[in-house]
């Protein structure tokens, strides 16, 4: 069973950069029918597509936060990271991890993390 | 970018009732249309894709139907697992991925 698992510090000041990394284990980030991205939820609202990463390393972007946001991906130790530059209160959220089927027709988010909260606050 | 709406906000239903949620496009987003569940503190899990295919593991109690800009997912016979709240989301244009803001699925 495929699991997906972030980790990475709960809070961060503001002005600073947020790091989180998904561990994926139960199969391979290499496959090459799925993308690998992140997805965050403010507390108590709705979800918020980040962007997604190949294992190839090609990766697409939320336009409205691809200034500050880098997606990364390591096959070695089957792993793919998030980086937020420049936060503020306004980034605090549930951040998931998840992958993304790449098939035509579907293009559907089929497995995801639990989350992890990450506080912007000095 | 691509305005998912739902509604209701909020519906109450009994147990073994039937709940019907709506979902709309900001334009035609074809069956490129993709329903989740998410119950407190968990992680949404994938109900529906291409608008009306369960994906794998999923009771046939849900179903989706809809295509262009108007989609409806049913449950069928609510069971006490299912109140939760439930989005939807298009891939039809991207980036970016959008999602509805949701519809919080409760004990009437």
């Keep these: ?122 | 970018e691509i305005v998912m709406t739902q509604s209701p906000v909020t519906l109450s239903v009994s147990p073994g009732e039937r709940a019907t949620l709506s979902c709309r496009a900001s334009q035609s987003v074809s069956s490129n249309l993709a329903w989740y569940q998410q119950t407190p503190g968990q992680a949404p899990r994938l109900l529906i894709y291409g608008a009306s295919t369960r994906a794998t593991g999923i009771p046939a109690r849900f179903s989706g139907s809809g295509s262009g800009t108007e989609f409806t997912l049913t449950i069928s016979s609510l069971q006490s697992e299912d109140f939760a709240i439930y989005y939807c989301q298009q891939y039809n244009n991207w980036p970016p991925f959008t999602f509805g803001p949701g519809t919080k699925v409760g004990i009437k």
Excluded: M
């Design chain 1, 1 to 122: 069973q495929l699991q997906l698992q972030e980790s990475g510090p709960g809070l961060v000041k503001p002005s600073e950069t947020l790091y989180l990394t998904c561990n994926v284990s139960g199969g391979s980030i290499s496959s090459s029918s799925y993308y690998w991205g992140w997805i965050r939820q403010p507390p108590g609202k709705g979800l918020e597509w980040i962007g997604s990463i190949y294992y190839s390393g090609s990766t697409y972007y939320n336009p409205s936060l691809k200034s500050r946001v880098t997606i990364s991906v390591d096959t070695s130790k089957n792993q793919f990271s998030l980086k937020v530059s420049s936060v503020t209160a306004a980034d605090t959220a549930v951040y998931h991890c998840a992958r993304r089927v790449d098939d035509y027709g579907n293009y559907s988010f089929d497995y995801w993390g639990q989350g992890t909260l990450v506080t912007v606050s000095s």
